[in-house]
């Protein structure tokens, strides 16, 4: 079974400095590979996802992730942060699983943006 | 994109009573529908994946009497929460996939569910 970690709980970072949130996944094969955000008290929004081809994905809001199959990660990136950005942020594995695709997500990272 | 609508966004019951949400793809058909639940300050908990007309499947550990799931239309699932507890409190979100289409989830809003 797939599974997803996501080391760091809870991030601080100024406004306008740079950003990454770290993913590891466990699948036995090529996994399908998201990243959602999550304002408080709202569903997730897509921010970028993975299939196959180009390793570094671009996504909405200027966020980006590249997957790093030697690593098993997925980590989500941007330049320069804004206040806007503080959020969860939740990466998640797809894989197939009983003949169902079955969607898995790590336990969040909550970023807080300060001035 | 895809459009995911739940209702309500808000419902508080009283124990003992059931509670249904909805959760409708307003802009496209969904074979597949799945229903998390999130507690405080934690990630999602697949609860059940809802195909269209066939029974849904459950997580070990989900109720199946408890939360009953019905994907009666291509871009409607139902979960029935029966003889609700405050432990059933908690923040229900479905998600919706593209029919024919691998992968991309596309969330509903989220139903705040609080029993007293």
């Known amino acids: 079974a797939q599974s997803v970690t996501q080391p760091d709980i809870h991030i601080t970072v100024s406004e306008g400095a740079s950003l990454e949130l770290r993913c590891n996944y466990s699948?036995?094969?090529?996994?399908?590979l998201f990243w959602y955000v999550q304002s408080p008290g709202q569903g997730l929004q897509l921010l970028l996802k993975?299939?196959?081809?180009?390793?570094l994905v671009q996504g909405i809001k200027g966020f980006e992730a590249e997957f790093k199959r030697s690593q098993s990660s997925f980590n989500l990136r941007k330049p320069s942060v804004h206040w806007s950005d503080a959020a969860e942020y939740f990466c998640?594995?797809?894989?197939?699983?009983?003949?169902?695709?079955?969607?898995?997500f790590g336990t969040g990272t909550k970023l807080q943006v300060i001035p | 994109g895809a459009v995911v609508s739940q209702h309500p966004s808000w419902v508080i019951c009283k124990s003992g009573t059931s509670v249904k949400i909805e959760c409708r793809s307003l802009?496209?058909?969904?074979?597949?529908m799945f229903w998390y639940r999130q507690f405080p300050k934690q990630s999602l908990m697949l609860m059940a994946t809802?195909?269209?007309?066939?029974?849904?499947?459950?997580e070990q550990g989900v109720e199946k009497d408890k939360f009953l799931i019905n994907h009666a239309s291509l871009t409607l699932s139902t979960l029935t929460v029966t003889s609700a507890h405050p432990e059933d409190s908690s923040f229900y979100i479905c998600?919706?996939?593209?029919?024919?289409?691998?992968?991309?989830?596309?969330f509903g809003e989220g139903s705040r569910l609080t029993v007293l």
């Open positions: 998600s919706a996939r593209l029919a024919g289409y691998t992968g991309e989830l596309f």
């Open positions: 699948y036995g094969a090529t996994p399908y």
């Open positions: 993975y299939f196959s081809g180009d390793t």
């Open positions: 998640a594995v797809g894989a197939f699983s009983g003949g169902y695709q079955k969607v898995t």
């Open positions: 802009d496209f058909q969904a074979t597949t």
């Open positions: 809802s195909n269209e007309g066939s029974k849904a499947t459950y």
